[in-house]
């Protein structure tokens, strides 16, 4: 797409390819999400968007991610790459930043259908951001968090590199939940997959990035 190239940006790895989703991905996606994210009796987000009413659930995932898109700007952005396993759209990896010309620092946060949990999958994904936030955006700093007894989640955390970064409470369900910040430094960073980035020049100023960067070591 000439004027909002972003839908021609793609990340590959040996498993997976992440993209901007389209209209049929968002449809895949809100099956995804009508399969199930996480066990009934759970909640691992700090905002329960899952609890939506069955019937609504489809509809509401596709409003937010088409949101998402109409609210980028170069100052405040929300990548929400569909990831595809197998020709099938099988969750959400997202990376925002805010200020990133400046700061230079990005967070991630993402789902997984069930079914597709438990296989490596959230970690491959998340290293494909990774890279591109360092060695393709010229990050300096990357965050993300999980709650405390999320320790999936965690353990995708510590073995990309990330360390401790405080805690944070929240209020979810009218309850106290307690989060887990991790942050990740780029000299920290290996990635264990080789990634591939196509399509990101015409991004960059998109991003508040400038040229693209030799990548990590």
């Given at each position: 797409m000439r004027h909002w190239p972003l839908f021609d940006l793609r990340l590959i790895t040996p498993r997976l390819e992440l993209r901007l989703p389209s209209p049929e991905d968002l449809d895949e996606l809100a099956e995804r999400a009508l399969e199930g994210v996480h066990p009934p009796d759970y909640m691992p987000f700090t905002v329960p968007w899952?609890?939506?009413?069955?019937?609504?659930?489809?509809?509401?995932?596709?409003?937010?991610?088409?949101?998402?898109?109409?609210?980028?700007?170069?100052?405040?952005?929300?990548?929400?790459?569909?990831?595809?396993?197998?020709?099938?759209?099988?969750?959400?990896?997202?990376?925002?930043?805010?200020?990133?010309?400046?700061?230079?620092?990005v967070r991630t946060g993402s789902w997984l259908g069930r079914a597709h949990q438990g296989r490596g999958i959230g970690t491959e994904m998340r290293a494909a951001v990774l890279h591109l936030a360092f060695s393709g955006l010229g990050a300096?700093?990357?965050?993300?968090?999980?709650?405390?007894?999320?320790?999936?989640?965690?353990?995708?955390?510590?073995?990309?590199?990330?360390?401790?970064?405080?805690?944070?409470?929240?209020?979810?369900?009218?309850?106290?939940?307690?989060?887990?910040?991790?942050?990740?430094?780029?000299?920290?960073?290996?990635?264990?997959?080789?990634?591939?980035?196509?399509?990101?020049?015409?991004?960059?100023?998109?991003?508040?990035?400038?040229p693209p960067r030799r990548p990590a070591r």
């Open positions: 899952t609890l939506v009413p069955r019937e609504e659930l489809p509809g509401e995932v596709v409003r937010f991610h088409l949101s998402v898109m109409g609210r980028w700007r170069r100052e405040h952005w929300s990548c929400n790459f569909a990831v595809v396993h197998e020709g099938r759209v099988v969750g959400i990896q997202e990376m925002t930043a805010k200020e990133f010309a400046v700061t230079r620092e300096l700093t990357a965050t993300s968090g999980a709650a405390v007894d999320n320790h999936a989640s965690l353990g995708v955390s510590r073995k990309l590199g990330y360390r401790p970064d405080g805690l944070q409470v929240h209020a979810v369900q009218g309850k106290r939940a307690v989060e887990q910040r991790v942050r990740l430094a780029r000299e920290d960073f290996r990635c264990p997959v080789p990634v591939e980035i196509h399509g990101l020049g015409p991004c960059l100023p998109h991003f508040g990035a400038g």
